[in-house]
Each structure stands twice: as structure tokens, then as C-alpha cells.
């Protein structure tokens, strides 16, 4: 306030202990108050800064909004190792993003039969799409995000992972096997209640929920004689419930909320 200048400060090295101040704006009368947050809806963040002359000759300087950071060229988010508990024959990925004029999302991915060597990325995707043969019991993804536009930016907001350990999507056996929320989706975030639909001749089967990163959250057994599981508090977010009996699967997506 009493400089007249509206300054942020960079910490360069992480921890606070190494900083550089940025003037955003000098000559700023009376600057005060200030506020961070994204303006425009673009996901960068924003200063908007007042002013306010409290006594003396002068004129508050009036409302301004400054830009003072940008998106990076290119980043990435490397997922957990997802156990699909087969040898899947059948897979495919969704996603549903924004991808303004001059940005760009790719998925590469990596498979193994065995998680403690998951091998080089590969299978790069621009597009969601069939991964039917490609992949093995053990499954990573790579999110690659890039702009050549610095005041803009993809957006992911979901991403899943479809497979069956035979047999092509739609194959009546596959759809023998059910699972649904009891609670309904959304849900609330404390836990979710599913029951598993068993048809004749299954007695038995793993139920796993996975969370968006692809990261196993909870896992257990059902019984056709004892065919619900509960699980433990969620954080709000979108899960995936997947059932594995034998040689089919089923799944069901669900949104947890507070």
C-alpha cells in the first residue's frame, strides 16, 4: 500500500528459501486490496487488484486484473500400476477432455506380465480408441499434455480403462456377470454398498475399485450367497467398480461425492 506498487514473489527453490519479486504494476495508488484467483476461467490464475487513498492529495488508482504466470509448454502425469487380474483379450481406453486450438493430449502406455518390469512406453493415442491385444495382465498410462499457446491449455477431466479377459465387448456371456451401486451414483463420499448379480454356475468372484489415476483402492471376495461389499470412506471423485469371476468381468462406473 504504501509503495503504489502491486509485486508478487516467486519461491525458486521450493522450500522458501530462495525468492524473486515480480512488479506487476508500479505507480498503483493506494494499492490495496488484492485477490488470486482465475478471472477468466482459463485455469491460470490472476491478480485483481483495488486501491484506496485514506487520507492526503490524490486518486486511487482504479480495479485492474493482471496476468502474471502462464501454463508450461508441456507436462505429464504418470499413473499407478493397474492389476487387471488377467490376460486381457479384449481393451479399450475413453477420455473426455477440452483441447482448445493449439494444445494437444496424447496416452502412451506400458504392459507387463510382470509389474516390477513394466518395460518402455508405448502405444501412443491421440484419440480413445481399441488396445484389444496389446496389453497383459499389468497396465500404466502416461498423460502427455502440450500447448503452444501459453495462455491456454488441455483440460482432462476423465480417463478409464476397458477390458475382458475374452471374447469382443457385447458377447452375451460377458454380460452374465452384473454390478450396481445400492446407493446410487453419485454416492456419498463415506462409502459405496455394490451388489453383484452372479448367474448359474459362478459362486464366486473378486470385486476391486479403482480410483481415476487408476489406483486400487479397495479389494475383496464376493459369494453368490453373500453377494454385496461395502467399502471403507472415499474421497469425492470418480471410481470404477470392476467384478472378476473366472473368464468374465463386469464393471460399473461411479461418482462419489461429499
Request: glycine residues 10%.
Amino acid at each position: 500500500w504504501t509503495a503504489d506498487k502491486v509485486m508478487w514473489y516467486e519461491n525458486l527453490d521450493g522450500i522458501g528459501n530462495s525468492w524473486e519479486n515480480h512488479e506487476a504494476a508500479a505507480g498503483f495508488n493506494g494499492a490495496w486490496p488484492v485477490v488470486i484467483t482465475d478471472t477468466d476461467g482459463d485455469g491460470c490464475l490472476e491478480i485483481a487488484a483495488g486501491a484506496d487513498v485514506l487520507s492526503g492529495p490524490g486518486t486511487s488508482h482504479g480495479i485492474s486484473i493482471y496476468d502474471v504466470c502462464e501454463f508450461e509448454t508441456q507436462g505429464f502425469l504418470v499413473s499407478n500400476i493397474l492389476d487387471t487380474e488377467c490376460d486381457p483379450q479384449w481393451a479399450s481406453t475413453e477420455w473426455d477432455c477440452a483441447s482448445p486450438a493449439g494444445t494437444s493430449i496424447c496416452i502412451s502406455w506400458k504392459t507387463s506380465s510382470d509389474s516390477s518390469s513394466m518395460g518402455d512406453w508405448k502405444y501412443p493415442m491421440s484419440y480413445p480408441g481399441l488396445l484389444s491385444g496389446l496389453l497383459d495382465r499389468f497396465v500404466q498410462y502416461r498423460l502427455e499434455l502440450a500447448t503452444s499457446d501459453l495462455s491456454v491449455s488441455p483440460i482432462l477431466t476423465e480417463i478409464s480403462l476397458n477390458w475382458c479377459p475374452t471374447g469382443i465387448e457385447g458377447d452375451d456371456d460377458l454380460q452374465s456377470l452384473t454390478v450396481r451401486s445400492v446407493n446410487g451414483s453419485p454416492c456419498s463420499a463415506s462409502s459405496l454398498c455394490a451388489e453383484v448379480g452372479f448367474p448359474e454356475g459362478i459362486l464366486q468372484a473378486s470385486a476391486i475399485l479403482i480410483d481415476i489415476s487408476g489406483r486400487v483402492v479397495f479389494h475383496g471376495e464376493v459369494s453368490s450367497s453373500e453377494p454385496f461389499f461395502q467399502t471403507g470412506k472415499l474421497n469425492p471423485g470418480i471410481y470404477h467398480v470392476i467384478v472378476n469371476a473366472s473368464e468374465i468381468c463386469a464393471s460399473e462406473r461411479v461418482v462419489a461425492l461429499n
